[in-house]
């Protein structure tokens, strides 16, 4: 009896020491099916031509004046590049052409700096003053990302249009028009509507980390309001802004639809011109632009995260406690909430106009007021056609991948963490390697999973082929679990490794180590990212279509952009904003009830 | 006329003998047949169909795969009513479609690696994207139907663009300016949309993937000359032309009065035609007096299971009454000549005085360049 009760906690023990290792393993086995194999199949293009090496594809494009502007130089004719200087300054400084590369990367960084200003303040708001609907307000935070861009695009044609609301309000007041479309402005300002919310989610959840103790204790030593701001309060928001930015930044170099949409052809950025590569089957150019964007993206991820690797977030503790947002008439005389009520006012320009404008277009048709565009999601649903994309099964199928994502993507995201805060000498290497799904271009992910998992592969003569629900969740997973570690890393870091160490020695395992002790002083961070995995879920796109076996496993936004091609009610977006306006109801919805059951569970 | 009602004649005695087979294998051919309808729901029309089967073709019973695009089936579509419909004529037949995101890329791709090509026709195909289906593969992905398709000698001559015979049009949309007649002039040739007064007044396509706007830059082609069409297009960019991503934002544009004049289709009035309707905001405008045609076409894989079987799809679908039907529910002019398709189609759906396109010999040299050198320019610019 005691020998076999001993053997069962042998077992349970042994259970428990291989479960971080067995979770580590399958990790890096999802990824390489997933991920690395695909998008390696892809890339290879640009460095095999008939079988062997070579770096033609490469040069080519990195020699191509319309590619690398001025930079071409420097792969053409290296030799050449100081006369070239000195002639340039002899003719007064001529303005440079960057070409496609240098293109991207300025509007990339335009659209970083607009996310982060426009973010921040809302960072504040969100982390230093009470007020009614504050966690309601957090929680929809995430919602522009689960949009889908041809959406938000609708939206901001019909809000900054030439005949959009702003410039109707605008008329109403005597004031100018704006005129913004087809302009770097609407693209940086619709960049910075995907990511701005990005930059205050994450910031307000490493403020609200902030151990108030601290802060005391240093204006008890005499430090001024601001002098504790500084000293303390900012270098535990840095690694969260500096996340927040690098996200936005590859983000934004690798952006494509919005850009496609609101800018057109004359601002075309290299994921655009990569994608219209794909489309000609041009595959050699198209895995070059996408080797060079990987790498670059690649490598600002691993400088980023040797940074953030010296930064630590100290948790636990008690948070900074929030000061009531509305204090009466002295509302109206503190510069502060004076200045916060301003941009309230700019946030409802930005976030809320597109979306009302998109519900506005889902009712009104050719002739004012109109339900046709709902009538036509019911008509859909009711009938028996054969190929018919219905709005029920496409909002259940969206909320069950949702469910599944982050059930493997928390996972995911945590064991890699782990690995980044406790792991040994080249660790940023592997996390970096790990974090790799947000740093390749979209396009060249979903070419590459069409080639090796939707055509399959043969092995030993015969052929795998993966599709339907299993392959979009894992697939939804690989996307969203960088959101789950880029939340909890810093988290985990932060937390006092006598902790862990005194666990261990005590006989706790590994894992029931991060099960008792660590999880809990991390939960909002699991929780922040485990909303990310599901947004992300929520709208994907690309991969989903290319992994839905035929008509049964479409999702809201895969049926959104199956009726924007019906024109069964002319040519409109009319059915496409009612699916919208469905997508956005259902994940708001999800997302109050994410936050408000992850809230009853918070220690 | 005498040859198809001698084939008809002749193909109702050998689906009499079909049905005569299937009765003897009495037990399961109910469920087999049920086996066979994956595509559910729609089953239920067929069931009823057994007793017309004397009106069948030759080719009874099996399964014909047609991947198109995905709104060309689906409730009240095209697709939907062809499938009813042939199903009926051909009892015991299922035609099922299949949608891939891709469009034809899908089976080019599919060709190149090896993976198997799990369609029999694909439809949906315009020129360039058979030119481009030729030269990425070293084997052809098409076979050519011939001479002898019932029905192909009726199809209108500008739209029989494949001297192959492997790509067979069954509609097409004329590409052509769509303009408010409030805020603008007509503007009758390419030179006038380079006057001043038309500054920032034209939104069109990308030529690298959107239909229409490639179809308006081969005009200009034919309109200016290879040699020349460069430089209009500079010129075109210099008077603020926006090139947007596809055919629905930019009419999301146009219909957002962004600009008054778009590049669109010759049919877009069937869509706004009723009593409150504005109808000087859709205007059709042809430029040069031409419209570019962009014939839809349907062709055969080379590997397709039942060729014969989707021979008889494909005759079908140039009859007539097909011909009518897909006009009206694509919104897109029969191919066949002397098919009228309804009265309100006629009266608002415009026929430019001209016809113009470009054949598969003439895009097959230069299409990819054309295209890859105008998306520079505007790129740059």
């Known amino acids: 009896m005691v020998a076999a009760g001993r053997e069962r906690v042998n077992a349970q023990h042994w259970g428990e020491r291989l479960a971080v290792p067995t979770a580590f393993v399958l990790t890096v086995a999802i990824l390489a099916v997933v991920f690395y194999y695909p998008v390696l199949s892809v890339l290879r293009e640009a460095v095999v031509r008939a079988g062997s090496l070579t770096a033609a594809p490469l040069v080519d494009v990195l020699g191509d004046p319309f590619y690398t502007g001025v930079a071409h130089h420097l792969f053409t004719a290296p030799l050449s590049i100081p006369a070239g200087v000195l002639e340039w300054v002899q ?220 930064q630590t977030t100290a948790s636990g503790g008690t948070t900074l406690p929030r000061r009531a947002l509305a204090v009466g008439w002295r509302t109206l005389r503190d510069p502060v909430r004076i200045g916060l009520a301003i941009y309230g006012v700019a946030i409802l320009v930005l976030f809320v106009g597109p979306l009302v404008s998109m519900i506005v277009e889902s009712v009104t048709g050719p002739n004012g007021l109109t339900s046709a565009y709902y009538e036509f999601l019911l008509d859909q649903q009711a009938t028996t056609a054969a190929g018919t994309t219905k709005p029920l099964p496409a909002i259940a199928n969206s909320l069950a991948f949702g469910v599944g994502t982050l059930a493997l993507a928390v996972p995911m995201g945590i064991v ?90 005590l006989g706790a395992s590994r894992f029931r180590t991060l099960l008792d002790v660590e999880l809990p002083l991390v939960w909002t961070a699991v929780l922040a990212g485990g909303a990310f995995a599901f947004a992300i879920s929520i709208g994907e796109f690309d991969t989903t279509v290319l992994l839905a076996e035929g008509v049964e496993s479409y999702t809201m936004p895969v049926a959104l952009e199956r009726y924007i091609g019906n024109r069964s009610l002319g040519p409109s977006l009319g059915p496409a904003t009612a699916m919208g306006t469905v997508l956005l109801l259902v994940t708001a919805a999800s997302f109050l009830v994410i936050e408000r059951l992850g809230g009853r569970w918070e220690p | ?74 409730e009240d579509t095209a697709g939907n009513w062809l499938k009813s419909a042939f199903e009926k004529e051909n009892s015991g037949t299922t035609v099922e479609f299949l949608t891939p995101e891709n469009g034809v890329n899908q089976y080019v791709q599919r060709a190149k690696q090896g993976a198997p090509i799990d369609a029999d026709i694909y439809l949906g195909l315009n020129t360039a994207e058979l030119v481009r289906a030729r030269k990425k593969l070293d084997k052809p992905l ?54 001043s007064r038309y500054e920032g007044d034209l939104i069109t396509e990308n030529a690298q993937q959107s239909d ?62 009723g009593p409150d309707v504005d109808i000087s905001k859709h205007q059709i405008g042809f430029l040069n007096d031409q419209g570019y045609a962009n014939p839809e076409t349907m062709a055969l894989f080379e590997s397709a299971n039942d060729p014969q079987l989707a021979r008889t799809f494909m005759e079908f679908v140039l009859t007539k009454n097909a011909q009518s039907k897909i006009a009206v529910k694509n919104v897109q002019f029969p191919a066949v000549k002397g098919v009228t398709p309804s009265k309100e189609f006629d009266k608002y759906a415009k026929e430019p005085p001209e016809t113009v396109t470009h054949s598969y010999d003439e895009l097959a040299g230069s299409v990819e360049s054309w295209v890859e050198e105008w998306s520079r320019l505007v790129a740059s610019g």
């Open chain 1, 91 to 310: 003719s007064g400084f001529p303005p440079v052409e960057f070409g496609l590369f240098g293109f991207t990367a300025y509007q990339a960084f335009l659209s970083t700096l607009a996310s982060v200003v426009i973010g921040l303040p809302g960072a504040y708001l969100l982390a230093r003053f009470e007020f009614r609907g504050r966690r309601t307000l957090r929680s929809l935070t995430i919602l522009p990302f689960v949009l889908p861009s041809i959406m938000v695009a609708v939206g901001f044609l019909a809000m900054f249009g030439q005949n959009g609301l702003l410039n109707d309000v605008l008329g109403a007041l005597g004031l100018g028009q704006v005129n913004l479309l087809f302009t770097l402005e609407i693209i940086v300002l619709a960049h910075a509507f995907y990511n701005a919310p990005l930059v205050t989610r994450l910031v307000t959840t490493a403020w609200e980390g902030v151990d108030a103790r601290r802060v005391e204790t240093a204006r008890a030593l005499g430090a001024g309001p601001f002098r504790a701001f500084r000293d303390i309060v900012v270098p535990q928001l840095l690694p969260a802004l500096l996340t927040a930015a690098l996200l936005t930044f590859v983000f934004t170099f690798l952006s494509f639809p919005i850009v496609l949409a609101l800018g057109g052809l004359r601002l075309a950025t290299v994921e655009v011109w990569l994608y219209a590569r794909v489309q000609d089957l041009e595959l050699a150019e198209a895995a070059t632009l996408g080797t060079i964007e990987t790498v670059l993206s690649l490598a600002l991820t691993y400088l980023y995260l040797r940074y953030e690797a010296r």
């Open chain 2, 1 to 74: 006329m005498d040859r198809r009602q001698f084939l008809r004649r002749s193909s109702a005695g050998v689906a009499g003998l079909a049905m005569l087979a299937g009765c003897t294998g009495a037990g399961d051919s109910g469920s087999g047949s049920e086996a066979n309808g994956s595509s559910n729901g729609t089953r239920t029309t067929s069931a009823g169909s057994d007793s017309t089967a004397t009106t069948g073709s030759a080719s009874s019973g099996g399964t014909l795969r047609v991947a198109t695009y995905s709104s060309f089936t689906g």
């Open chain 2, 212 to 273: 229409p706007g490639r179809a308006f830059l081969l005009w200009s082609i034919i309109a200016k000359g290879e040699q020349n069409y460069l430089d209009y297009w500079k010129q075109l960019v210099g008077n603020g032309v926006k090139v947007l991503s596809d055919w629905e934002p930019a009419y999301q544009a146009y219909s957002d009065g962004e600009a008054p004049m778009v590049v669109s289709y010759s049919t877009d009035q069937v869509y706004y035609h």
């Open chain 2, 142 to 195: 098409f076979q050519s139907v011939g001479e002898d398709l019932d029905g192909a000698d009726g199809l209108k001559k500008p739209l029989r663009i494949d001297p192959k015979k492997r790509a067979v049009p069954y509609d097409t949309g004329y590409i052509s300016l769509v303009y408010n007649e409030n805020e603008v002039e007509e503007p009758k040739t390419f030179d006038s949309l380079l006057e």
């Open chain 1, 416 to 505: 890699v963490s782990l690995m980044a805060t406790r792991g040994g000498t080249g660790s940023r290497l592997a996390e970096t390697l790990m974090s790799a799904p947000l740093a390749v271009s979209g396009v060249v992910v979903g070419l590459g999973l069409l080639q090796t998992l939707v055509f399959g592969t043969t092995i030993a003569g015969y052929r795998f082929t993966a599709g339907g629900a299993l392959a979009i969740v894992v697939a939804h997973a690989v996307a969203a679990y960088p959101f789950v570690t880029r939340n909890v890393t810093p988290a985990l870091a932060g937390i006092d490794s006598q902790l862990v160490d005194s666990a261990r020695s």
